[in-house]
């Protein structure tokens, strides 16, 4: 009998390689073994106690019912404050702001909300790479095509100008940043986005009049090597086609509580806003309504938390890195945010490990490191662009793992033949 179909979108979707590692590393620790983890995309420390305990509050006080699509009045005012006083956007009110089931869930609304599939529109997205794992999935299930911009460590991973405007055509429509960057651990400067939003106001006045930023700046507040955080969306001549996505993920150590927002200003914003009501109308309606407290609480109180973090992720940035840099073969830019190092592990292709496995690509790497080294760290080719030259180590974890991770990595590499 020939099998019931799914959906073409459901037979293009590939399963994800980290989940594939993730699984390695979890049959592994059933056999008994221990596996240091630097796979996990997410902070190891608890959401602090005020914004715990604003949610168990707000809970026991009955907020158990639908609330707007959107979120109520205030959480959005709250959140517009925020990105007007933090991050100097112009023209941000709570009416420019959605909230959502997480930073991915609004960017997959934004995709659906600017790109269409087989139209004669510009949908042609500017992804520099290597990038976040899922931009590309998103932009492909709204119907949009991936125009990947490589990058490299050398150039700490950075797209340049020249670089951006050689690639826009009359078919581009979004172009997608991610600073500080998962995976790659760095971060532009602002007068490198200044030249960036020059490049797209430029362009947008002659050749791509669809052009719209889609900044995502979920690791904000995960910096460290003395550039501060720049949000281009600050910036007036592009300010109005700008789209900015954040989230409380990794500030506020919350990637459970599944919350995220995006904000456009002006007119363009406010009739996005209003798109991704009607989206997340049909799709899944408010967040979970006794969390809004939690992230009012968070964003007006928490900030000595979020510095604590900061302050804990750059002494983890340090030591991996100094760790990393002592291993030969090793090529990775001093990180500047986030929590991943993202190295070349390439001068070590063509050698076989202990176990006999020639290592020819970052997966095979991340393999033998995994199941010979008992350490699990993610597969470059995930990321797109010199990523299969790539293994990214997440050191969102305590500093005494980061050494012992890196010394056990350091003996893997020695026995390399
Ligand atoms: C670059 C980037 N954007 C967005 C997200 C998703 O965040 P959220 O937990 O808010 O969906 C992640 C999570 O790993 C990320 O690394």
Not at 111 to 133: G, I, K
Not at 226 to 234: A, D, F, L, Q, T
Not at 254 to 261: A, H, I, P
Not at 278 to 306: H, K, W
């Amino acid at each position: 009998m020939t099998p019931v179909p799914l959906s073409i979108r459901a037979d293009s979707l590939k399963p994800s390689g980290t989940l594939a590692i993730a699984a390695k590393a979890k049959a592994l620790a059933r056999q008994g073994v221990e596996v240091l983890n630097f796979s996990l995309g997410e902070p190891d420390f608890d959401t602090p106690e005020p914004i715990r305990k604003a949610a168990i509050d707000a809970l026991g006080s009955g907020q158990t019912h639908y609330l707007p699509t959107l979120g109520d009045a205030e959480t959005r005012a709250v959140i517009a404050d925020k990105l007007t006083r933090e991050n100097g956007i112009p023209g941000i009110t709570g009416d420019h702001v959605a909230i959502s089931t997480g930073a991915k869930h609004s960017l997959y609304l934004i995709a659906h909300c600017l790109l269409d599939p087989n139209s004669t529109r510009a949908n042609e997205v500017l992804l520099p790479v290597p990038a976040w794992v899922s931009y590309a999935p998103i932009i492909q299930l709204a119907g949009g095509k991936v125009v990947q911009l490589p990058t490299s460590p050398a150039a700490d991973f950075k797209i340049t100008p020249g670089q951006l405007k050689a690639a826009i055509t009359p078919r581009s429509r979004l172009l997608i940043l991610n600073s500080p960057s998962n995976p790659c651990g760095t971060m532009y400067t602002p007068d490198e986005l200044k030249a960036i939003a020059a490049v797209v106001a430029e362009a947008a006045a002659s050749i791509a009049p669809d052009l719209v930023i889609v900044t995502d700046e979920i690791y904000e507040k995960i910096v460290f090597g003395g550039i501060p955080h720049y949000s281009i969306g600050s910036t007036p001549s592009v300010a109005e086609r700008t789209v900015t996505i954040n989230g409380m993920s990794k500030a506020f150590a919350m990637t459970g509580w599944r919350v995220g927002y995006c904000a456009a200003p002006g007119e363009f914003g406010a009739r996005l806003i209003k798109a991704v009501d009607n989206l997340q109308g049909q799709m899944t309606s408010c967040i979970t309504s006794f969390v809004y407290p939690a992230i009012r609480t968070a964003i007006r109180e928490c900030g000595a938390d979020v510095e604590r973090f900061r302050h804990a992720f750059a002494k983890r940035a340090r030591v991996a890195h100094e760790r990393l840099m002592g291993i030969p073969g090793m090529v990775c830019p001093t990180p500047t945010g986030a929590f991943y190092l993202f190295p070349d592990v390439s001068a070590h292709f063509g050698k076989k490990s202990p176990a006999g496995k020639t290592i020819s690509c970052g997966a095979d790497f991340a393999e033998a490191l995994l199941l010979e080294a008992h350490v699990a760290t993610v597969p470059g080719e995930e990321f797109l662009g010199c990523g299969s030259r790539h293994i990214r180590i997440s050191y969102a974890c305590a500093e005494s793992q980061i050494e012992r991770g890196m010394r056990q990595i350091a003996d893997f590499v020695a026995k390399l033949r």
